[in-house]
């Protein structure tokens, strides 16, 4: 499986702190396709995608850009974006956390205060707002070039969009 974007590319859209680790926030990008990515996308869609040697050239999907539709011009962010938005969402919530010998703890430096959980939730909350929103210019380019993308007829066969739907949380507690 190929990783669709890196940091430097998030860096783009988002600010990163330059001492993050490249394989540490690499981490968060992988989560953010395998979790979140793979949800809204149908199997064969996704493994084409990911895949080393895809079937298809998903350079402007990834990358973005503007397209034509009907003699009017679109722009939109592209999927390197939504990722981008998608691992940062994650970082938020757990980048601040090292695993030690004590078990995970929070780094607490003497020249800054980190900000409360619920401030951390609200702005993941956010993140993954922005990173739909993102989504839905991507998957109406998509829709307007299924010639391109006939992978994704596959995913309104298999119903992916009503499973998205329906889709419960789990909630775990403590007895």
């Not at 707002?129 to 070039?145: S, V």
Request: hydrophobic letters at 30%; glycine letters at 6%; proline letters at 2%.
């Amino acid at each position: 499986m190929r990783i669709l974007t890196d940091k430097a590319s998030v860096g783009k859209y988002l600010s990163i702190s330059f001492f993050r680790k490249e394989e540490d926030f690499q981490r968060y990008i992988r989560e953010a396709q395998t979790f979140d990515l793979k949800r809204i996308v149908c199997e064969d869609f996704y493994q084409d995608l990911v895949s080393d040697t895809p079937q298809r050239d998903y350079t402007l999907l990834l990358e973005g850009g503007s397209y034509t539709y009907q003699g009017r011009k679109y722009e939109f962010a592209g999927l390197k974006a939504v990722l981008s938005y998608f691992a940062y969402a994650r970082y938020l919530i757990t980048g601040h956390q090292v695993d030690t010998p004590y078990g995970v703890r929070s780094k607490v430096y003497q020249d800054g205060e980190g900000i409360s959980q619920a401030e951390r939730r609200d702005l993941h909350t956010m993140y993954l707002q922005n990173a739909h929103d993102l989504w839905e210019d991507c998957k109406r380019y998509i829709e307007r070039h299924k010639e391109q993308f006939p992978e994704w007829e596959k995913c309104n066969e298999c119903g992916c969009e009503e499973k998205q739907e329906r889709r419960g949380r789990m909630r775990v507690t403590l007895i």
